[in-house]
């Protein structure tokens, strides 16, 4: 069953729906270097994941299907038929999910630093363990450190203290929960089914998710994905490389804007 996700929308109402999907150990706020440039063209919709924030925290393991069916549950309440979706890590993986099981709903896709599959599921199991046992904070510089370059956090200490701490305040149930759903995560098969104009973009720096089995697989199979790799990115791209990340997204999202990538 889905739950209601919290969410904020910003933007001209008219404009094309844009919704944004974060990374585990993380809330809406993730997307504050998106928000500004983004809502002047788009409807722009960032939400909670189930299990983080202010959405509810319902006991695990999730699916992803879950997941998914919150993101759509979403679309229904705010009366939303067909979206833009882009989502990073976890994220994107729930993007991934819906444009296979609901492509009708999904116009263009984006998808940064993420999976179709992300290995070994004791990984994950292990890590949702401990997230139950000891809570998100025994996680969280393990998980922050992976998110930028070693140049980036010692630039910007305040912003990395303040997202590793967003981590430590995951409840535990969602994380571990969310930690479960990935554990089981496997569409390497079904991406030749997504339909969806899609746009990959990978960090060269992410350790989390390594552009060559990961962003290279998904454009590989995905019919007539464009791949951008980032330089001076690890796997929260969408925050240290803001404002290419940004031109990109418009660029995919509104092609009259110009071809994703031609400036990269």
């Known amino acids: 069953m889905s739950v209601d996700l919290h969410h904020t929308v910003s933007g001209p109402e008219d404009a094309p729906p844009l919704l944004l999907g ?4 993380s809330t809406a706020q993730m997307w504050q270097p998106q928000a500004e440039a983004l809502s002047t063209r788009f409807r722009l919709v960032r939400f909670d994941l189930r299990g983080h924030g202010s959405s509810p925290v319902p006991d695990g ?23 833009h979706y882009a989502g990073i890590s976890l994220g994107g993986m729930i993007g991934q999910w819906m444009a296979v099981n609901a492509p009708d709903r999904i116009d263009r896709l984006a998808l940064l630093a993420t999976s179709p599959y992300p290995g ?16 998100p904070g025994a996680l ?21 203290g303040e997202l590793r701490d967003g981590i430590a305040g995951t409840p535990a149930e969602g ?33 989390a998710t390594p552009v060559q089995d990961n962003a290279e ?16 990115a690890a796997h929260l791209l969408s925050w240290e490389q803001a404002t290419r990340v940004n031109t990109l997204l418009s660029r995919h999202m ?11």
């Not at 393991?61 to 979206?83: C, F, K, N």
């Not at 004791?122 to 046992?133: F, S």
Request: with cysteine; proline share 6%; hydrophobic share 40%.
């Open 120 to 135: 070994a599921p004791r990984n994950w199991t292990d890590r949702a363990a401990l997230a139950r046992e000891k809570g």
């Open 61 to 83: 393991p999730y699916s992803m299907a879950d997941l998914g069916e919150d993101v759509l549950a979403l679309m229904e309440h705010l009366g939303i038929g067909r979206a």
């Open 22 to 25: 974060g990374s585990l150990g």
């Open 254 to 264: 509104a092609p009259e804007y110009g071809e994703p990538g031609s400036q990269d």
């Open 140 to 160: 969280a510089d393990a998980v922050v450190g992976r998110w930028f370059t070693e140049d980036y956090a010692r630039a910007h200490p305040d912003e990395v």
């Open 175 to 207: 994380y571990a929960a969310c930690c479960e759903a990935v554990s089981r995560w496997d569409i390497r098969e079904d991406l030749p089914r997504v339909g969806a104009p899609t746009l990959v973009i990978g960090g060269a720096q992410d350790a």
């Open 217 to 232: 697989l998904i454009a590989q199979r995905v019919p007539h994905a464009q791949l951008v790799v980032l330089d001076h």
